[in-house]
């Protein structure tokens, strides 16, 4: 789960983490109050997305040569004049792709005077099964070209759960940073309470880009982003409270409310899977034979007819999907409970797309009898080959 800056910064706050003074804003009037109140002369007003790159990115309604979505101002008018252009319009970044984000939130900052800008950021490095802090003295919009042109540059600094945030990882930061006086002391003790907070809230990625060294010698986290373990949220309300669902993919949001793992792609031939691993593998077979799948999808090992059901509705609900292929291997899953879900939500949706299912393991032949029956032009197949070679034909046929 992701969420916007400013929510970010409120939790790191929360960890004595100094950040520049900013509030949110929903409306043009609500970033004018909020530059309002902040102490000026320059205020900096910024698009709220879940995507990186805001300040490279270009409004697809306004002219090539406009600004960004981070933008310097001022003066109020030109906090109204930029509040203006920016909400309600469609912000296209590096990491958006070319649909872009709607934007529908900002926030609105004081100014900082930099003297310098750094990067830090912590994830959870699963091949070694520690948390890895990642610093650079290049911060800033260009960090992935410094990444890739001069990677010496960045440094990766380990740090064992179990042993926890010692000194000496928040000198490593501080020497890497190549800071000095109480600059090092600073860059120390951030280090540690970002480690706190990445802990704490069960963080999968928190990144600090930049990271700011002010002309009057404070270290202030500029902008940051943070996701977290979708796994860990049964133990903080609080953060749950602050999804912002219109940043989500609609799909994938109708299936978390029936627990269904979802990830729409860019193909034209839906998948409804039971198993994370038998999931990609579908995928994979499909790609073997010339196509492209439209969908991760896993309904987990103990779906119900109703699960089921829905699971059809969401991968109809792409217009792309030209053909569904259902491949479930029954163990806990009953391979009947399966065709019974299938069979109910092709009548109800009214399925006018070519549908092959594989079905093996518990119940697979009441499973197999119930499709036959249905009435429905279901094609069987009796393996993971069979089936893909048998819906990438149906789909080809269709068009």
Do not use: W
């Amino acid at each position: 789960m992701n969420i916007h800056e400013y929510q970010a910064k409120e939790l790191l706050a929360k960890f004595g983490i100094a950040i520049p003074t900013g509030v949110a804003a929903m409306t043009v009037e609500d970033a004018v109050k909020a530059a309002e109140s902040l102490p000026g002369p320059l205020y900096v007003v910024k698009s709220q997305i879940h995507a990186g790159g805001r300040g490279k990115g270009k409004f697809k309604e306004l002219p090539a040569d406009a600004k960004g979505g981070v933008r310097l101002a001022k003066s109020l008018d030109e906090v109204r004049t930029f509040a203006e252009e920016m909400l309600g319009n469609t912000l296209v970044t590096i990491q958006t792709g070319d649909a872009g984000k709607q934007v529908n939130r900002l926030y609105v900052t004081d100014g900082v005077d930099i003297a310098k800008e750094y990067y830090l950021s912590m994830l959870v490095d699963r091949a070694t099964g520690r948390i890895a802090m990642i610093v650079s003295t290049e911060g800033g919009m260009d960090i992935e070209e410094v990444a890739h042109s001069t990677p010496e540059k960045i440094t990766t600094i380990v740090i064992d759960p179990a042993e926890g945030f010692m000194p000496h990882h928040g000198r490593a930061v501080a020497f890497a940073l190549k800071l000095s006086g109480d600059l090092n002391k600073q860059a120390q003790a951030l280090s540690k309470n970002l480690y706190d907070a990445f802990v704490a809230l069960d963080c999968a990625m928190l990144e600090i880009n930049p990271l700011v060294e002010s002309k009057d010698g404070q270290l202030l986290v500029l902008d940051t982003k943070m996701s977290f373990d979708s796994n860990a949220l049964f133990r903080h309300p609080d953060v749950v409270a602050l999804r912002d669902e219109t940043e989500e993919d609609a799909a994938e949001v109708e299936a978390s409310k029936y627990d269904l793992a979802y990830i729409k792609l860019d193909g034209n031939i839906g998948c409804m899977v039971n198993g994370a691993g038998l999931a990609m593998a579908t995928m994979d077979i499909i790609k073997l034979n010339g196509a492209f799948p439209a969908n991760f999808l896993d309904v987990g090992g103990g779906a119900t007819k109703e699960k089921v059901t829905a699971a059809f509705k969401i991968i109809l609900s792409d217009p792309a999907v030209k053909g569904i292929l259902v491949n479930i291997f029954g163990g806990i899953m009953k391979c009947d409970i399966i065709a019974e879900g299938i069979v109910a939500a092709a009548k109800e949706v009214n399925l006018s797309v070519p549908l092959v299912v594989r079905l093996e393991g518990t119940n697979v032949q009441l499973g197999k009898d119930i499709l036959a029956n249905s009435g429905l032009p279901i094609v069987p197949a009796n393996d993971l080959g069979d089936a893909a070679q048998k819906i990438v034909a149906e789909v080809n046929k269709a068009a």
